[in-house]
């Protein structure tokens, strides 16, 4: 099993999700840049490139990522300020969503997972 397949984690850290507080400052953002990206699911790592220079990243759901930019055709638009990726249409996609918070493959860190039998209000909360 690679690092990026827990579907469950429930971090906010480079890698992982969006918070909903940085997703709605994401939407006012003026230093999104044009961007290619390619998800390579068996490398575990994405390969974003920027002004024709090529950087590898990294993102805990790299299936999810790969959907949506297989519906975008792998354009997509890069914000390094706030190491955000937004894939055009990717909400309309099986992915389900158009921002992904990227992390460079030296600070990858595992999923973190909410506690077996914690309550719904505890899960509640951390969805934000």
Same mark, same amino acid.
């Given at each position: ?17 969006? /918070?909903? $507080?940085?997703?709605?400052? %994401? #939407? ?6 044009? *961007?290619?990206?390619? !998800? ?19 993102? /805990?759901? $790299?299936?999810?990522?790969? %959907? #949506? ?6 354009? *997509?638009?890069?914000? !390094? ?39 719904? !209000? ?7």
């Amino acid at each position: 099993m690679s690092i990026s397949s827990d579907t469950r984690c429930v971090s906010f850290t480079p890698g992982h999700n969006v /918070h909903l $507080i940085h997703g709605k400052k %994401l #939407a006012g953002f003026d230093d999104w840049v044009d *961007a290619r990206a390619y !998800a390579d699911v068996e490398l575990d790592l994405i390969q974003l490139i920027v002004d024709g220079e090529q950087q590898l990243m990294w993102f /805990h759901d $790299i299936p999810a990522l790969a %959907l #949506a930019l297989a519906h975008s055709g792998g354009e *997509a638009q890069w914000c !390094a300020r706030y190491s955000s990726l937004l894939v055009p249409g990717g909400f309309d996609s099986p992915a389900r969503r158009s921002f992904f918070y990227l992390a460079t493959p030296e600070r990858v860190h595992p999923c973190k997972r909410i506690a077996a039998g914690a309550g719904a !209000a505890a899960q509640e909360q951390l969805r934000g």
